[in-house]
């Protein structure tokens, strides 16, 4: 559990700094996520998805 909460933590991290550093950059990054049509998105969040899993595994061998 307590590995869960600091991934979250490390997430909400990462995030917020984005927001905090470079508002106007999200703001164009929305606009071109607009114009990519909807399957190529969930495309992209498939591949992210499975990328987490691979590294989730890839860290669990090397006993993290």
Same mark, same amino acid.
């Given at each position: 559990? $307590?590995?869960? !909460?600091? *991934?979250? $933590?490390l997430? !909400?991290?990462?995030? $917020?700094?984005?927001?905090?550093? *470079?508002?106007?950059?999200?703001?164009?990054?929305?606009?071109a !996520?607009? %114009?990519?049509?909807?399957? *190529?998105?969930? %495309?992209? +969040?498939?591949?992210?998805?499975?990328? +987490?899993?691979?590294? !989730?595994?890839?860290?669990? %061998?090397? +006993?993290?």
């Amino acid at each position: 559990m $307590g590995t869960i !909460l600091l *991934a979250l $933590g490390l997430v !909400l991290i990462v995030e $917020g700094l984005v927001y905090v550093l *470079a508002p106007s950059l999200v703001e164009r990054m929305l606009e071109a !996520l607009r %114009q990519i049509p909807e399957p *190529a998105r969930r %495309q992209v +969040g498939l591949l992210a998805v499975v990328s +987490g899993l691979i590294l !989730l595994w890839v860290a669990h %061998q090397f +006993g993290v």
